[in-house]
């Protein structure tokens, strides 16, 4: 089982993502794709008059403010807008997709976080009406369910909490879950950079490799967005996933090149 | 089978639904929801600034201008905040729901129509990039596999055309389909008015039962949006759906009275 994570970035190249898949689809490989959507809920929240807000959490990782207003437009935006997107891009490379969010079926399931102790431009503050959530548990009887009759899973967030709430969850870490629960061969991580780099965002100081028992040690390296996917990444292999690799999404056949040694392999 | 679809008026009682289809679903019943959103679409597309426009058929139906950019808005309403929508209530009230478009493994299968010939503001125009088509398969497979799993399938359009593009698909006429694939006990189609009214709006006027061989004459009493949805019931009927009912989904228990009688019966 390969998993693929793709980031929401716009400098992403889909097509060569699309084109990717449908070859590995074709030949057998049982893999899922999970895609994120941030850049583009930013500007839709935009437009729609409820701009986004980011609160740090105390141990200093940063998070979109979830109030249930946020979480209309982040559902509009990752399951209508993007998911639909990378479902019919696939439909047309002839891969019979099936998009859903970790909502469907309990897909990703985890706690709400009932309240949020954050920082808000430096000064604490506990937020209630608060979306947000982490997935603990990936219903893998469904996918697997999807994946021996042929189809092609596209997951996205939100996930559910165990009320059934939809609740925020970071995609990075929700795939890194889904690879774990299928002790995945390889966990693809996707983005606008040619993977882990020694000095952000030199792109000529690239982290080839890092073996798995030295994971810990690399996440001084991450910074921004990459911290969550580091993080998810030390979980992964924390729970059996055997090879775990930040690759360039930009260029041709990415994750045909990742496979193959390409960006910064963990295993 | 019971199908049973709901419109995207407002003044639907959707909490009564999700009760209802909780108890029935609880019942062991096999069912499915299909819903729309036609209203809240207009509405978002107002908001970015891409107003919704309305076409008329040469054969009299009014459907909705569906550029790209609306089909992006549309897939954002329906897929995205109304259908995750349905499936959060539905999980909060305890029913594993899926929430799907047909575009998902071409659950809704059919034509695009490549050039649409219509009449805006009463002159005739063909249209080109409009993705609009008609459902002539559905994948009962897919929603077969969910069923015997335990999940509820909770459907909205686009479909998926023969080449895998989004189509903007009706609703009413996907829900028929579905109902008729199955050979359903019993399509259930809930709106804002009490059933077919010989003299709409003039509730009093309810037609309370029409026999299967007569369905087609009822059409005459159809007016605007209620017009697909008599097209749907006759085609639903034609195809072997034993009932269809058009009932009242402003009330409580809005599906177990239409199933105990209530509404326009047309059996």
Known sequence: ??????????????????????????????????????????????QLGHPPEFVTSESGYVSRRTDRRTLEIF??????????????????????????????????????????????NGKRAVLRDDWTGTVERVNTGLLQLLLDAGYFPVLTPPGASEQGEAINVDGDRAAAMVAAAFHAEAL??????????????????LIR?????KADDFMQYAE??????????????????????FADGRIESPISQALAGGGTQIA
């Open 209 to 213: 490799a890092i073996p798995r028992a």
């Open 1 to 46: 089982m390969i998993v693929i994570k793709v980031g929401g970035g716009k400098d992403l190249n889909i097509d060569a993502i699309v084109a990717d898949v449908a070859a590995l689809h074709a030949a057998g490989k049982p893999l899922l794709l999970v895609h994120g959507g941030a850049e583009t809920t930013n500007e839709v929240a935009e």
């Open 224 to 245: 921004g967005r990459m911290k969550k996917k580091v993080m998810g990444a030390v979980e992964a292999i924390g729970e059996g996933v055997q090879r775990v690799i």
């Open 75 to 120: 559902e509009m935006v990752y399951c209508g807008q993007l998911n639909k997107m990378w479902v019919e891009k696939f439909q047309r490379a002839g891969v019979n997709a099936v998009g859903l969010s970790g909502l469907d079926g309990r897909i990703f399931e985890g706690k709400r976080k009932d309240t949020l102790r954050v920082r808000i």
């Open 188 to 205: 693809v991580i996707l983005s606008n950079v040619p993977g882990l780099l020694r000095n952000y965002p030199d792109e000529s100081t």
